[in-house]
C-alpha cells in the first residue's frame, strides 16, 4: 500500500517528468532519502515535506497545460516574470508563493504535436 508522500512522489514523476534526483535537489536532500520516502522506509522532515507539496501543486497545475517535459523544464529554467530566477531554486529557497503567483502572468505552452488541442 502507497503511503502518501509516495503517491506526491509518483505524481511529481508522472505530471512534471522529475525522477527522485531532481526532486531531491530541489528538496535539499539525498535521492536515497527520497527513495526510502517512496518505499514507506522513511518519512521526509516537515520542511521537505512542505517543498514536496508545493512542488506537487504546482507541477500539478502545470500539468493541466503542458506536456511533463515542458514542466520540467519550465521549472529549471530562467523566468523574466521572477526577474531571471529559476522556479526550481524558488521553491528550495521556500518561495513557492513567487512561483505559483509568476504561472498567472507567465506560463504558456504550444500544445504538443500528439495533443488533439487547436
Given at each position: 500500500?502507497?503511503?502518501?508522500?509516495?503517491?506526491?512522489?509518483?505524481?511529481?514523476?508522472?505530471?512534471?517528468?522529475?525522477?527522485?534526483?531532481?526532486?531531491?535537489?530541489?528538496?535539499?536532500?539525498?535521492?536515497?532519502?527520497?527513495?526510502?520516502?517512496?518505499?514507506?522506509?522513511?518519512?521526509?522532515?516537515?520542511?521537505?515535506?512542505?517543498?514536496?507539496?508545493?512542488?506537487?501543486?504546482?507541477?500539478?497545475?502545470?500539468?493541466?497545460?503542458?506536456?511533463?517535459?515542458?514542466v520540467r523544464?519550465?521549472?529549471?529554467?530562467?523566468?523574466?516574470?521572477?526577474?531571471?530566477?529559476?522556479?526550481?531554486?524558488?521553491?528550495?529557497?521556500?518561495?513557492?508563493?513567487?512561483?505559483?503567483?509568476?504561472?498567472?502572468?507567465?506560463?504558456?505552452?504550444?500544445?504538443?504535436?500528439h495533443d488533439?488541442?487547436?
Amino acid at each position: 500500500m502507497r503511503n502518501a508522500i509516495s503517491r506526491k512522489l509518483e505524481s511529481v514523476h508522472q505530471k512534471g517528468a522529475l525522477r527522485s534526483v531532481r526532486v531531491a535537489n530541489i528538496i535539499d536532500t539525498r535521492p536515497e532519502s527520497v527513495s526510502r520516502w517512496n518505499q514507506g522506509q522513511a518519512f521526509p522532515r516537515p520542511d521537505a515535506e512542505k517543498l514536496l507539496i508545493d512542488l506537487e501543486y504546482i507541477v500539478g497545475h502545470f500539468a493541466d497545460l503542458c506536456e511533463p517535459r515542458d514542466v520540467r523544464m519550465w521549472l529549471f529554467s530562467c523566468r523574466k516574470v521572477l526577474t531571471g530566477e529559476i522556479p526550481a531554486d524558488l521553491l528550495q529557497k521556500g518561495r513557492a508563493s513567487d512561483v505559483i503567483e509568476s504561472r498567472v502572468t507567465e506560463f504558456t505552452c504550444r500544445p504538443s504535436q500528439h495533443d488533439p488541442r487547436p
